[in-house]
């Protein structure tokens, strides 16, 4: 009997607790704005145009080297 009384009690003080951090939770959660939807099409020719981009900054890159090297060579060439 004893035994009855103690986990009614503790079930009560549970639904309790629960009760409290139910209604303390509520003003706090925010509304959350409705989900975006992403276009992959658009992602991925960003992703192919940044490609293209480092190609290319590559390739300058590359040939202002070639041409301080050539230009290297020829001046002391003479």
């Keep these: 009997m004893r035994n009855d009384y ?5 079930k009560f003080n549970n639904l ?3 009760k409290k951090k139910s209604n303390n939770d509520l003003p706090k959660q925010k509304i ?5 939807t992403v276009n992959v099409n658009i ?3 960003r992703v192919k145009l ?3 981009k480092t190609i290319l900054e590559k390739a300058v890159l590359f040939s202002i080297v070639i041409l301080l090297i050539s230009i290297t060579g020829i001046v002391t060439f003479l």
């Design 6 to 10: 103690l986990t009614n009690k503790a």
């Design 16 to 18: 309790k607790n629960l």
């Design 32 to 36: 959350l704005s409705p989900k975006k």
């Design 43 to 45: 992602l991925l020719n």
């Design 50 to 52: 940044d490609e293209k």
